[in-house]
């Protein structure tokens, strides 16, 4: 089970972090999507726990920051310089596994429920 945290109202240039607590499994690759209004999920950040292996979609490099931590099994997103389209609801997401689709959505088995961003202009 994947629990996510921190939703919240900023303003543009602020910063919000979310968790995603995870229990039950150990999942090896984790990743962040979001889901704007009336568009389709996308990835945001991707950790592999063992190689540390990091990727950011270019629309928050720079500005967004995926960590681990493994002996809490928690997952974060800390979420700097926020844009207004920024504003979504984000998804923590998992797989036991390595993978090399890691910005794809179907390749993560386990979901959090999701957690709203509001970023106001």
């Known amino acids: 089970q994947l629990q996510a945290s921190g939703a919240g109202l900023v303003q543009a240039g602020g910063s919000l972090s979310l968790s995603c607590a995870v229990s039950g499994r150990t999942l090896r690759t984790m990743g962040w999507f979001r889901q704007a209004p009336g568009k389709g999920r996308v990835f945001v950040a991707h950790?592999?726990?063992?190689?540390?292996?990091?990727h950011y979609a270019d629309s928050v490099k720079g500005r967004f920051t995926i960590s681990r931590d493994n002996a809490k099994n928690t997952v974060y997103l800390q979420m700097n310089s926020l844009k207004p389209e920024d504003t979504a609801i984000y998804y923590c997401?998992?797989?036991?596994?390595?993978?090399?689709?890691?910005?794809?959505?179907?390749?993560?088995?386990?979901w959090g429920q999701g957690t709203k961003v509001t970023v106001s202009s």
């Open positions: 997401a998992g797989r036991a596994g390595a993978t090399t689709a890691w910005w794809s959505a179907p390749t993560y088995n386990y």
């Open positions: 950790i592999v726990s063992s190689e540390d292996t990091i």
